[in-house]
């Protein structure tokens, strides 16, 4: 039995602090929940459970924010829900995760997806050991992203922040300044355009009273020149390449996507899930983690990268793009991230896996037909990657 995508939507994505800053991620992922089922009037009964992605999990989005938004989206109590955390990639693995259910025969329907509000993540403090503390100062953490709490027994070379590994990449790939600036201006230019000639009109979805025009973080006057002008954040003494321009942004925004078996749903499928793959890296070099996991995937459809139409490869850091890239001298660069990437569109943890394969299932039907892989790094040393056909 195969897996197939029904539909996929996804809020515009927000900046920090931005427009959808004030919303909170339940209600988010009610957003989208409710509007696949809307989309093709479909009885929200008829779904055997609802798994959806979230890296953070430690403000509003925590006690299992798939089942509150189901709650939330007015589906019925009967219809479960599962929240899933593979931090980058979590609502790819919400997907991978589905897929394997409708193919065990286990479910007719699931809807997968994400969701983060990284605005909205709290501050955070260790609860001590005792009942009463001694007084004395104690260590706050922002939860929007990066390690925290860090157990001592992990290598201190493991540990490094998401930005020293991307700077760390770009040194060991021999990735230019130039050419992460280079890539990042081509993102914005891209979904500038897409989004100008209507190509995501199909899978957006408003956010009730915090309406966008488009993704926040598009900057349509992005160019190498005003990107060459900021400033590196790692590297020593300023000698290094990786700056917030070439870098994906803090954001806010929810995705789904509608799974179900062949039949299962009265509508025409998008795509269909052909393959899956996982692949580990060192922590220090997670940018690496998708070259091996979308080689598995491939393989695991029984393609090669001839096959390959075009790939949705998130794009966390410009450096860590190029260096999978490089990993895939098969694969044409123009078949790249289309319609641009993370670097423009945002990032916003939980919700990227279900944006990037909902692109890809909607590029692919609007072809009419083809190959696709979605693609995702993972911070501490992992990758996924999925493989779809229509």
Request: net charge negative.
């Amino acid at each position: 039995m195969s897996a197939f995508v029904y539909d996929a939507v996804r809020t515009p994505f927000g900046r920090n602090g931005g427009a959808l800053a004030g919303v909170r991620p339940d209600d988010l992922a009610a957003v989208v929940m409710k509007a696949t089922v809307d989309r093709l009037g479909l009885d929200p009964a008829r779904i055997a459970d609802v798994i959806f992605g979230d890296a953070n999990q430690a403000g509003e989005d925590n006690r299992n924010v798939a089942r509150m938004g189901a709650l939330l989206a007015g589906f019925p109590t009967t219809v479960t829900g599962v929240t899933v955390n593979r931090l980058c990639a979590s609502s790819v693995e919400a997907v991978m995760q589905g897929s394997r259910a409708i193919e065990a025969g286990d479910a007719d329907v699931v809807l997968t997806g994400g969701v983060e509000s990284m605005s909205r993540a709290p501050f955070i403090v260790e609860k001590s050991s005792k009942p009463w503390p001694a007084i004395g100062n104690q260590t706050m953490w922002n939860t929007s992203i990066g390690w925290r709490m860090v157990n001592r027994a992990l290598p201190s070379e493991w540990t490094i922040s998401n930005g020293e590994s991307a700077e760390k990449v770009a040194q060991l790939k021999g990735i230019t300044r130039e050419e992460q600036d280079e890539f990042a201006a081509r993102s914005h230019r891209l979904a500038a355009e897409a989004w100008a000639a209507g190509v995501y009109d199909d899978e957006i979805v408003q956010v009730p009273g915090h309406e966008l025009a488009r993704d926040e973080g598009i900057r349509d006057d992005s160019t190498v020149e005003k990107l060459a002008g900021l400033k590196p954040l790692f590297g020593k003494d300023g000698g290094g390449t990786v700056t917030a321009g070439n870098s994906s942004s803090i954001n806010d925004g929810a995705s789904a996507v509608l799974l179900g078996a062949e039949g299962a749903i009265d509508a025409d499928p998008l795509a269909r899930i052909a393959g899956r793959g996982v692949h580990g890296t060192d922590p220090d070099v997670f940018p690496l983690a998708p070259i091996e996991a979308a080689n598995k995937a491939l393989k695991a459809a029984g393609r090669t990268w001839a096959d390959v139409d075009f790939v949705e490869l998130n794009e966390a850091f410009a450096s860590q793009a190029l260096s999978n890239l490089r990993g895939w001298p098969e694969l044409d660069p123009e078949k790249l991230n289309i319609h641009g990437g993370a670097l423009a569109i945002g990032h916003p943890l939980g919700a990227s896996g279900g944006r990037i394969v909902g692109h890809a299932a909607h590029e692919l039907k609007r072809r009419g037909g083809g190959v696709a892989v979605a693609a995702i790094c993972i911070g501490v040393g992992q990758g996924l990657a999925v493989v779809l056909e229509r």
